[in-house]
């Protein structure tokens, strides 16, 4: 019998291939025979990047870059030797919780260390990247990652127009002769699970600008500024991007991959179940087994373990799946692939307790290990 086993992190409690293990020893006690593999879950937000390197056995890159506020910060990415992939998340060199609540400004907040941690990455060789997008406290277009990869933003006399979303409204010429040459050898998958576009009432500054520090009063004039350098850009280039679905994302990150870095945006559960290859692991499997921290009515609108039972409905594979908790309206995600769900506390426990590694771990496995035993049972008959 084959069981993949695919499982996304209990957050504070167990990473995702330390659940997807605990899992298996559970399934491992009822049967040594069974052949099980665990491959590393997450959907494109936080957390994804230490995901696969964990479960592809990357390698944790660390080093300092330009934060979003323009103070040098400490970061990691991953990278993949064997298929020179980066695996990067903007939100680590640019994110909001990088800056204090007394110092969001996205006047001048940057995606600078983005490009920088770009650069490093195709130093060591990689031409694949995965970036997940998501958290930014930057509203800058992408300029700023664009400025440290080469590109060239410039006023009416031909000077730097600076970082910043107030940056963008001074772009008249924008330079593209001057980028680093690796780029065209490069692949960048991006990871973006919002559909704003650029510029607009739904876009980058009205629904996201708020939360990162811009006035109700400037709302207004930070959207003109980005559909300026919309404008400037598609004068330059040739095509208008600014509309489609995800350009908005990560304060207009989105839009400079797609228009500058032929980037492609993509769910970020499909770019991860892509990268890990999990479809040629489950199509001739007897048993699927797929989790995270909390499934409620929330999991089966597109969360990673929906993404994990699609798959195994494409081949009719049964999905099981586990969780720390399960809350209001999990009987969605049996409508939306996951045959069964089972929660793995045995007993009442406080929080602090319960999300303890070696509890949670022991709590899964020995659940696993049950259901696995009717499973086997059922099976034999």
């Known amino acids: 019998m084959k069981i993949v086993i695919a499982m996304d992190s209990l957050k504070g409690s167990l990473t995702s291939m330390e659940a997807g293990q605990a899992a298996a020893r559970g399934l491992l006690a009822v049967d040594p025979k069974t052949e099980v593999i665990v491959k590393p879950l997450a959907d494109g937000g936080e957390g994804t990047s230490h995901a696969l390197i964990e479960g592809m056995k990357g390698e944790t890159i660390e080093l300092q870059v330009t934060g979003p506020m323009g103070k040098h910060v400490k970061t990691t990415y991953g990278y993949i030797g064997d298929t020179q992939t980066a695996l990067i998340e903007m939100a680590s060199a640019a994110g909001l919780t990088l800056v204090e609540e007394s110092n969001k400004n996205p006047a001048r907040a940057t995606t600078r ?48 127009v600076g970082q ?39 876009g980058a500054t009205y ?24 404008w400037v850009t598609e004068r330059t280039i040739g095509e208008d991007w600014s509309n489609i679905p995800g350009s908005g994302a990560a304060g207009g990150l989105g839009f400079a991959f797609v228009a500058f870095l032929n980037g492609t945006l993509v769910s970020g559960i499909d770019l991860v179940l892509e990268a890990i290859e999990l479809e040629s692991d489950i199509k001739d499997s007897d048993l699927v087994i797929t989790g995270e921290g909390r499934l409620d ?8 373990p929906i993404g994990v039972a699609k798959l195994a409905k494409k081949y009719g594979v049964p999905t099981v ?29 406080p929080l602090e307790e319960a999300m303890q590694p070696e509890r949670a771990r022991k709590n899964l496995r020995d659940t696993a290990e049950q259901v696995f035993r009717l499973i086997d049972v059922l099976r034999k008959q």
């Open 164 to 202: 910043g979303a107030e940056a963008l409204r001074k772009i008249e010429t924008i330079q593209i002769d001057q980028r680093d040459k690796r780029l065209s050898q490069c692949v960048f998958h991006i990871a973006c699970d919002v559909n704003n576009p650029l510029c607009g009432k739904n």
């Open 207 to 230: 629904v996201y600008g708020p939360q990162k520090g811009i006035e109700a009063n400037r709302l207004e004039v930070y959207d003109s500024a980005m559909a300026h350098y919309a």
């Open 297 to 304: 009515h929330q999991t089966a609108m597109g969360k990673a």
């Open 113 to 160: 260390g983005v490009g920088e941690m770009i650069l490093d990455a195709m130093q060591r060789g990689a031409r694949h990247f995965i970036i997940g997008l998501g958290g930014s406290a930057t509203n800058d277009g992408g300029i700023g990652m664009l400025t440290a990869l080469g590109f060239r933003f410039l006023d009416e006399k031909g000077r730097e």
């Open 321 to 349: 799946a586990f969780a720390g908790v399960v809350g209001e309206g999990a009987q969605a995600c049996n409508l939306a692939g996951i045959d069964a769900y089972f929660p793995i506390l045995r007993e009442v426990t």
